[in-house]
């Protein structure tokens, strides 16, 4: 990173917690990437390396994997981690898919459809009253606040499983939805500001959940990488034109990919659905505060 007059240059991106330094973590943005300084105020402008502006997306993705060389994947089903678990098992063909879910939850259901399509086997953790409560005291001494606790039960209990399994290199889906318009909010706006959106989405996703998965890898001692994040597959997503990424608002580029590369039409067309609720957490953390007779989750949280 050099400065120069008041602007920071990003050299490149690496969103992996390394498992030889346990926990590496700083903040990252793409290669080309510069940051303004002026007046306490910080503007990042995402820029193009003219090397790799036209790098293809999937072959960017399977690239990072390559160099990765993970020996799981975190699922739920959905499109983003359906097609990294795609790559990923033709690649390196031991490759283990790890979900997370309530019993009968949606993310359960199609875990075990891409787990069937992908011939990879898939160790599933049944969320239940008990493992829930244990991750969310793992999660407290993380400090970590409320949100992040419900987001991050799913991924601590899939990852306390790879863990437990002898798994060590992990995989996330992480950052399509800040790349592709993903989002709800997206559906919402207009699209000469879903290009400001997404810088400022990106800015803050070592902060926010970068930090998180980062955080419960490094206390687990396992390695976590996000090819999605990853400066090429960056690159080529920001070399598009907004109009193509936001068809439909839906990740269209990533579907697409999807049904290149073989996954049928139940992974492909599977409609969004947010972690904490696909997984049935949030069902089950309202259920058990009812039950308990706090006020609501945060509270229950906050007691446990």
């Given at each position: 990173m050099k400065n120069r007059n008041a602007t920071l240059l990003i050299d490149k991106i690496n969103s992996t917690s390394k498992n030889e330094e346990?926990?590496?973590?700083?903040?990252?943005?793409?290669?080309?990437?510069?940051?303004?300084?002026?007046?306490?105020?910080?503007?990042?402008?995402?820029?193009?390396?003219?090397?790799?502006?036209?790098q293809d997306i999937a072959q960017a993705l399977k690239s990072s994997i390559l160099g990765f060389k993970p020996d799981s994947v975190l699922v739920s089903g959905g499109i983003d981690s359906s097609v990294l678990a795609a790559i990923a098992v033709k690649a390196f063909k031991n490759v283990k898919l790890i979900s997370a879910g309530t019993k009968d939850s949606e993310?359960?259901?199609?875990?075990?459809?891409?787990?069937?399509?992908?011939?990879?086997?898939?160790?599933?953790?049944?969320?239940?009253?008990?493992?829930?409560?244990?991750?969310?005291?793992?999660?407290?001494?993380?400090?970590?606040?409320?949100?992040?606790?419900?987001?991050?039960?799913?991924e601590f209990l899939s990852l306390e499983k790879a863990k437990n399994v002898g798994l060590k290199r992990i995989i996330s889906g992480?950052?399509?939805?800040?790349?592709?318009?993903?989002?709800?909010?997206?559906?919402?706006?207009?699209?000469?500001?879903?290009?400001?959106?997404?810088?400022?989405?990106?800015?803050?996703?070592?902060?926010?959940?970068?930090?998180?998965?980062?955080?419960?890898?490094?206390?687990?001692?396992?390695?976590?990488?996000?090819?999605?994040?990853?400066?090429?597959?960056?690159?080529?997503?920001?070399?598009?034109?907004?109009?193509?990424?936001?068809?439909?608002?839906d990740k269209f580029p990533v579907r697409s990919i999807g049904k290149s590369i073989g996954l049928s039409g139940k992974i492909t067309e599977r409609r969004k659905k947010a972690m904490q609720y696909g997984s049935g957490t949030v069902k089950l953390l309202r259920n058990l505060s009812k039950k308990k007779k706090y006020e609501n989750v945060g509270e229950f949280i906050k007691e446990i």
């Open positions: 346990i926990f590496d973590f700083r903040f990252i943005f793409p290669g080309g990437a510069t940051i303004t300084l002026s007046n306490n105020i910080i503007k990042i402008k995402l820029g193009k390396n003219e090397k790799t502006q036209q993310d359960t259901y199609y875990a075990d459809i891409l787990s069937s399509e992908l011939n990879s086997y898939l160790y599933n953790v049944t969320i239940t009253e008990e493992n829930l409560i244990h991750a969310i005291k793992e999660l407290k001494e993380l400090k970590l606040d409320t949100y992040n606790i419900i987001m991050g039960i799913t992480i950052g399509s939805d800040e790349l592709f318009f993903g989002f709800h909010i997206h559906k919402t706006m207009k699209k000469e500001e879903l290009g400001k959106f997404r810088e400022a989405r990106l800015f803050y996703m070592p902060a926010l959940d970068l930090w998180r998965l980062n955080s419960i890898a490094s206390k687990l001692k396992l390695s976590i990488a996000f090819p999605y994040l990853d400066d090429k597959a960056v690159e080529a997503a920001l070399s598009k034109n907004i109009e193509e990424l936001a068809k439909n608002y």
